[in-house]
Protein backbone atom coordinates (compact mmCIF):
# COMPACT_ATOMS: atom_id res chain seq x y z
CA UNK A 1 0.00 0.00 0.00
CA UNK A 2 2.51 2.47 0.83
CA UNK A 3 4.39 1.66 -2.52
CA UNK A 4 1.07 2.97 -4.32
CA UNK A 5 1.44 6.34 -5.79
CA UNK A 6 -1.43 9.35 -6.07
CA UNK A 7 -0.98 8.99 -9.75
CA UNK A 8 -1.67 5.75 -9.70
CA UNK A 9 -4.75 6.36 -7.46
CA UNK A 10 -6.43 8.29 -10.31
CA UNK A 11 -5.78 6.05 -12.64
CA UNK A 12 -8.93 3.33 -13.71
CA UNK A 13 -8.16 -0.76 -13.00
CA UNK A 14 -10.26 -3.39 -13.45
CA UNK A 15 -12.93 -2.99 -10.99
CA UNK A 16 -12.39 0.50 -10.48
CA UNK A 17 -13.08 1.55 -14.13
CA UNK A 18 -13.46 5.13 -13.69
CA UNK A 19 -13.07 5.81 -17.26
CA UNK A 20 -16.44 3.65 -17.94
CA UNK A 21 -19.51 5.36 -19.21
CA UNK A 22 -21.93 4.67 -16.48
CA UNK A 23 -19.33 5.88 -14.11
CA UNK A 24 -18.62 9.43 -15.28
CA UNK A 25 -22.50 9.08 -16.04
CA UNK A 26 -22.59 8.62 -12.42
CA UNK A 27 -20.43 11.47 -11.40
CA UNK A 28 -21.63 13.89 -13.90
CA UNK A 29 -25.49 13.84 -12.35
CA UNK A 30 -23.98 14.54 -9.09
CA UNK A 31 -22.10 16.88 -9.98
CA UNK A 32 -24.01 18.76 -12.70
CA UNK A 33 -25.28 21.56 -11.17
CA UNK A 34 -21.65 22.72 -10.40
CA UNK A 35 -18.81 21.66 -12.30
CA UNK A 36 -16.38 23.78 -11.34
CA UNK A 37 -16.37 23.06 -7.45
CA UNK A 38 -13.19 22.53 -5.55
CA UNK A 39 -12.58 18.66 -5.14
CA UNK A 40 -13.10 18.74 -1.14
CA UNK A 41 -16.95 19.84 -2.58
CA UNK A 42 -16.90 17.21 -5.06
CA UNK A 43 -15.75 14.56 -2.69
CA UNK A 44 -18.37 15.60 -1.02
CA UNK A 45 -20.85 15.71 -3.50
CA UNK A 46 -19.69 12.17 -4.85
CA UNK A 47 -19.76 10.57 -1.04
CA UNK A 48 -23.75 11.82 -0.43
CA UNK A 49 -24.55 10.52 -4.18
CA UNK A 50 -23.20 7.09 -3.32
CA UNK A 51 -23.84 6.61 0.04
CA UNK A 52 -28.02 7.60 -0.55
CA UNK A 53 -28.80 7.12 -3.84
CA UNK A 54 -27.71 3.58 -3.46
CA UNK A 55 -29.63 1.88 -1.18
CA UNK A 56 -27.93 0.04 1.87
CA UNK A 57 -28.97 -3.94 1.38
CA UNK A 58 -26.77 -6.33 3.09
CA UNK A 59 -29.25 -9.31 2.00
CA UNK A 60 -28.05 -9.73 -1.79
CA UNK A 61 -24.39 -10.78 -1.79
CA UNK A 62 -22.43 -10.51 -5.07
CA UNK A 63 -21.14 -14.02 -6.15
CA UNK A 64 -19.30 -12.86 -9.27
CA UNK A 65 -16.54 -10.51 -9.97
CA UNK A 66 -18.50 -8.42 -12.28
CA UNK A 67 -20.84 -7.71 -9.29
CA UNK A 68 -18.42 -6.04 -7.82
CA UNK A 69 -17.18 -3.65 -11.09
CA UNK A 70 -17.84 0.14 -10.38
CA UNK A 71 -19.57 0.15 -14.05
CA UNK A 72 -22.09 -2.34 -12.89
CA UNK A 73 -22.54 -1.27 -9.65
CA UNK A 74 -23.58 2.51 -10.92
CA UNK A 75 -26.74 0.94 -12.57
CA UNK A 76 -28.04 -0.63 -9.35
CA UNK A 77 -30.98 0.54 -7.26
CA UNK A 78 -29.31 -1.31 -4.30
CA UNK A 79 -25.74 -2.81 -2.51
CA UNK A 80 -24.07 -3.59 0.34
CA UNK A 81 -20.76 -1.67 1.74
CA UNK A 82 -18.16 -3.12 -0.57
CA UNK A 83 -19.61 -2.35 -3.79
CA UNK A 84 -20.58 1.10 -3.04
CA UNK A 85 -17.01 1.74 -1.62
CA UNK A 86 -15.51 0.37 -4.72
CA UNK A 87 -18.25 2.64 -6.77
CA UNK A 88 -17.50 6.00 -4.63
CA UNK A 89 -13.38 5.16 -5.60
CA UNK A 90 -14.37 4.86 -8.91
CA UNK A 91 -16.20 8.24 -9.24
CA UNK A 92 -13.36 10.06 -7.06
CA UNK A 93 -11.19 9.32 -9.42
CA UNK A 94 -13.11 10.04 -12.46
CA UNK A 95 -13.35 13.34 -10.77
CA UNK A 96 -9.80 13.81 -10.22
CA UNK A 97 -9.17 12.89 -6.83
CA UNK A 98 -6.94 9.71 -5.25
CA UNK A 99 -8.92 7.39 -3.71
CA UNK A 100 -8.26 3.90 -3.20
CA UNK A 101 -10.67 0.96 -1.63
CA UNK A 102 -10.03 -0.13 1.99
CA UNK A 103 -11.24 -3.05 3.89
CA UNK A 104 -11.94 -3.71 7.89
CA UNK A 105 -13.22 -6.36 9.96
CA UNK A 106 -15.88 -5.04 11.97
CA UNK A 107 -18.59 -6.00 14.49
CA UNK A 108 -21.81 -5.22 14.48
CA UNK A 109 -23.55 -4.84 18.15
CA UNK A 110 -27.05 -4.05 16.54
CA UNK A 111 -27.16 -6.76 13.62
CA UNK A 112 -30.64 -7.97 12.93
CA UNK A 113 -31.71 -12.09 14.03
CA UNK A 114 -32.11 -11.86 9.81
CA UNK A 115 -28.77 -11.21 8.85
CA UNK A 116 -27.15 -12.58 11.74
CA UNK A 117 -29.06 -15.78 11.15
CA UNK A 118 -27.56 -15.68 7.02
CA UNK A 119 -24.62 -14.72 8.76
CA UNK A 120 -23.91 -17.06 11.82
CA UNK A 121 -21.83 -14.35 13.43
CA UNK A 122 -22.02 -10.45 14.34
CA UNK A 123 -18.54 -10.20 12.35
CA UNK A 124 -18.42 -8.84 9.49
CA UNK A 125 -15.18 -9.11 7.33
CA UNK A 126 -14.24 -7.00 4.13
CA UNK A 127 -16.43 -4.25 5.43
CA UNK A 128 -15.67 -1.83 2.45
CA UNK A 129 -14.45 1.93 2.93
CA UNK A 130 -12.94 4.45 0.96
CA UNK A 131 -9.33 5.96 1.18
CA UNK A 132 -8.76 9.26 -0.35
CA UNK A 133 -6.99 12.05 -0.34
CA UNK A 134 -7.53 16.00 -0.31
CA UNK A 135 -4.40 18.26 -0.32
CA UNK A 136 -2.36 15.45 0.58
CA UNK A 137 -4.47 14.56 3.76
CA UNK A 138 -5.94 11.34 3.41
CA UNK A 139 -9.71 10.77 4.93
CA UNK A 140 -11.23 7.19 5.60
CA UNK A 141 -15.07 7.23 4.44
CA UNK A 142 -17.84 4.50 4.20
CA UNK A 143 -21.00 5.72 2.27
CA UNK A 144 -22.72 2.01 3.39
CA UNK A 145 -25.75 3.33 5.63
CA UNK A 146 -27.96 5.69 3.12
CA UNK A 147 -30.09 8.49 5.02
CA UNK A 148 -33.43 7.04 4.98
CA UNK A 149 -32.09 3.72 6.59
CA UNK A 150 -30.27 5.63 9.56
CA UNK A 151 -33.77 7.84 10.60
CA UNK A 152 -35.51 4.35 10.34
CA UNK A 153 -33.37 2.23 12.65
CA UNK A 154 -32.09 5.05 14.83
CA UNK A 155 -28.37 5.04 13.92
CA UNK A 156 -26.38 7.84 13.20
CA UNK A 157 -26.52 9.33 9.94
CA UNK A 158 -22.50 9.18 8.16
CA UNK A 159 -21.50 12.72 6.91
CA UNK A 160 -18.47 13.58 5.44
CA UNK A 161 -17.38 17.40 5.63
CA UNK A 162 -14.00 17.27 4.10
CA UNK A 163 -12.11 17.77 7.42
CA UNK A 164 -12.44 14.60 9.07
CA UNK A 165 -13.38 10.68 8.66
CA UNK A 166 -16.26 9.60 8.19
CA UNK A 167 -16.05 5.87 9.27
CA UNK A 168 -19.28 3.97 11.15
CA UNK A 169 -19.95 5.51 15.30
CA UNK A 170 -19.24 3.32 18.03
CA UNK A 171 -22.39 3.87 19.54
CA UNK A 172 -25.98 4.69 18.16
CA UNK A 173 -28.41 7.56 18.61
CA UNK A 174 -29.28 6.03 21.82
CA UNK A 175 -25.95 5.92 22.75
CA UNK A 176 -25.53 1.92 22.62
CA UNK A 177 -22.62 0.21 21.48
CA UNK A 178 -23.48 -0.02 17.18
CA UNK A 179 -20.06 -0.79 15.19
CA UNK A 180 -16.41 -1.99 16.77
CA UNK A 181 -13.41 -1.89 14.17
CA UNK A 182 -11.88 -4.87 15.07
CA UNK A 183 -8.81 -5.12 12.33
CA UNK A 184 -8.21 -2.96 9.00
CA UNK A 185 -6.94 -5.01 6.12
CA UNK A 186 -5.84 -1.81 4.33
CA UNK A 187 -6.85 -0.07 1.51
CA UNK A 188 -6.00 -1.21 -2.36
CA UNK A 189 -5.77 0.41 -5.99
CA UNK A 190 -7.52 -2.41 -7.40
CA UNK A 191 -9.75 -4.81 -4.66
CA UNK A 192 -8.30 -8.25 -4.32
CA UNK A 193 -12.15 -9.28 -5.30
CA UNK A 194 -10.86 -12.78 -5.59
CA UNK A 195 -10.36 -13.44 -2.01
CA UNK A 196 -12.81 -11.55 -1.27
CA UNK A 197 -15.31 -13.93 -2.73
CA UNK A 198 -13.63 -17.27 -1.16
CA UNK A 199 -13.46 -15.71 1.83
CA UNK A 200 -16.96 -15.48 1.95
CA UNK A 201 -17.88 -17.99 0.53
CA UNK A 202 -16.36 -20.10 2.95
CA UNK A 203 -17.21 -17.40 6.14
CA UNK A 204 -21.05 -17.05 5.75
CA UNK A 205 -21.82 -20.06 3.66
CA UNK A 206 -25.86 -19.49 4.02
CA UNK A 207 -25.35 -15.94 2.91
CA UNK A 208 -22.87 -17.37 -0.17
CA UNK A 209 -26.14 -19.38 -0.92
CA UNK A 210 -28.88 -16.91 -0.92
CA UNK A 211 -26.64 -14.39 -2.94
CA UNK A 212 -26.23 -17.78 -5.00
CA UNK A 213 -30.25 -18.21 -5.74
CA UNK A 214 -30.81 -14.52 -5.59
CA UNK A 215 -28.17 -13.90 -8.65
CA UNK A 216 -30.26 -12.70 -12.08
CA UNK A 217 -33.59 -12.07 -9.78
CA UNK A 218 -35.95 -9.56 -10.74
CA UNK A 219 -35.55 -8.14 -7.14
CA UNK A 220 -31.56 -6.85 -8.19
CA UNK A 221 -32.85 -4.25 -9.84
CA UNK A 222 -31.23 -1.50 -11.99
CA UNK A 223 -31.34 1.62 -10.16
CA UNK A 224 -33.93 3.98 -12.11
CA UNK A 225 -32.57 7.35 -14.39
CA UNK A 226 -32.86 10.51 -12.39
Avoid at 135 to 147: C, H, L, W
Amino acid sequence: MADISHAELLLPTSFVDSDADAVREFVSLALRDAPDQSAKTKAIRLFDAVRDRIKYDPFHLGVTPDDYRASRIAQRASNYCVPKAILLTAALRAAGIPAAVGFADVRNHLNSPKLADLMGTDLFIYHGYVALWLDGKMFKVTPAFNTELCERFGVKQLIFDGMSDALFHEFDAKNQRHMEYVNDRGWFADPPIDALLEDMRKTYPKLWQLGTEQAGAANWAFAPEK
